[in-house]
């Protein structure tokens, strides 16, 4: 019986040889495969995985210099997997493989899915290296169990075993962009029998954590994307709302610009350039957390979105002085309408130009 072992990475070449040192003394007389899927890390991730992959005939390495994403790098290995058992777990060295015995006891069982819980011991959990992480994961848990109408310990772990067969059945259905790998299994297989297992979530000793405040977002954008059946992708959920915040940016400049007797036309177009700026780098951040440009690709970047939105902001200004000069005194109306039409412009073009897999910067990151 083959065990395939999927570990998405980034940025954790120090971590490579000492996960597989780990992996191999807790399945000593198992037969198993390691497959690291790494997102093209700056650090060497996958030149020292595929090192690692020159002395052991058992490890095998995904290199993907065009797609990003937690969730999408797990899909790659599930599907490159060549075990009876798949277990997920990250590349940091917090998850302790020590578990996966009897993870795969479980399994065989009859348990559809195995998670490893941070919180079943009801200790206080090591690698949350701080109170705000803490009552991240504990808010976190409880929105995920609402939504999902379980009782689980821990929906948001990262940790966990299934069947091959049941994973490759689910990921049709599962979401590429989505950021909680678990979260998307567990949503798509409500009726499955469900196992968890405690474990020590160990504090990590090499990298840098990749936790941030971006992950409850795109958490929630994830969970309005399946409310609509999936027909609306966490991507696009998260553009559009950062355009809702951006809104207020634009509303607020519009009204003051026109009470410094501005005309409309001119108000809107200010409105919407500082908009602009401000969508941008709250799209860079949130949005595309996985793409992020940084450095010179972000001005790079926010430039190519201005020269982008120049079309859009055409169209908008346009739109909208249609719409007001037909419903007088009706602002919000036709600003609303003008912004629609810019959001979806923005949205289809950015989105493979600048952060998508055809971005013409990602040279640049």
């Known amino acids: 019986m083959l065990i395939s072992i999927v570990v998405p990475t980034y940025n954790e070449a120090q971590n490579i040889s000492s996960i597989y040192e780990d992996i191999a003394g807790a399945l000593q007389g198992k037969s198993w495969e390691l497959i690291v899927v790494d997102d093209d890390s700056p650090d060497g991730t996958a030149e020292a995985a595929r090192a690692l992959a020159g002395q052991h005939g058992n490890v095998r390495c995904i290199q993907r210099t065009q797609e990003r994403g937690l969730c999408s790098a797990v899909h790659w290995g599930v599907q490159a997997a060549h075990g009876r058992f798949i277990v997920v777990m990250d590349g940091d060295r917090q998850h302790d493989p020590s578990l996966i015995p009897s993870m795969i006891d479980e399994l065989e069982k009859g348990q559809d899915i195995v998670s490893g819980s941070r919180f079943l011991s009801g200790e206080p959990v090591e690698g949350l290296s701080s109170d705000f992480r803490q009552k991240l994961s504990i808010y976190g848990n409880k929105l995920i169990n609402l939504f999902l109408g379980t009782r689980l310990t821990d929906p948001l772990t990262g940790f966990f075993a299934t069947s091959r067969t049941l994973f490759l ?54 969970m309005i994307s399946k409310l609509t059946g999936g027909l609306i992708p966490p991507r696009l959920v998260s553009f559009v709302s950062v355009g809702l915040i951006g809104s207020t940016i634009h509303f607020s400049a519009l009204y003051a610009w026109m009470a410094f007797g501005t005309e409309f036309w001119a108000a809107q177009a200010l409105a919407t350039v500082m908009a602009m700026v401000f969508n941008f780098t709250l799209n860079n951040i949130l949005t595309y957390s996985a793409d992020r440009l940084r450095r010179g690709a972000f001005y790079k970047g926010l430039l190519l979105y201005g020269f982008i939105a120049s079309f859009g902001i055409v169209a908008n200004v346009s739109t909208a002085q249609f719409t007001y000069s037909h419903f007088k005194s009706h602002t919000f109306l036709a600003a609303s309408v003008g912004i629609v039409i810019d959001v979806i412009w923005r949205f289809v073009v950015s989105n493979r130009l600048i952060w998508g897999h055809s971005s013409v910067l990602r040279k640049a990151k």
């Open 169 to 222: 059945r689910s990921i049709p259905r599962m979401q590429a962009e989505g950021y909680k790998i678990f979260f998307d299994l567990i949503f798509h297989n409500r009726k499955a029998a469900l196992k968890e297992l405690p474990f020590r979530f160990r504090a990590r000793t090499l990298g840098d954590s990749k936790i941030d405040i971006y992950v409850f977002w795109l958490l929630s954008a994830d």
